[in-house]
């Protein structure tokens, strides 16, 4: 129990990127834009982009998924990037 209250706390903790913040913004508009029935929670996609990118074996990761996002104008090809 005090693990999981620990990893909430630092969840609560980690720093929002302004990165993460435009991404997980974008995303969330083209979900709904296009009355997708994929599940999204744009504070929860905010923080697990944030923990992702303070992680060295993921930033790439990370950085690749924005580019992608931030490439694409329409929202069906924003919804497919990975």
Known sequence: MRLLLLLALI????PRSAR???VCA???ECITSTKSDMPFDEKECISACAVL???QDNLAK???HADCVNRQQ???AV???Q
């Open 11 to 14: 969840g609560c903790t980690q």
């Open 20 to 22: 993460c913040k435009q």
């Open 26 to 28: 974008r995303e969330y």
């Open 53 to 55: 990118e303070q992680d």
């Open 62 to 64: 990370v950085q690749k």
């Open 74 to 76: 329409a929202c069906s």
């Open 79 to 81: 919804l497919e990037c």
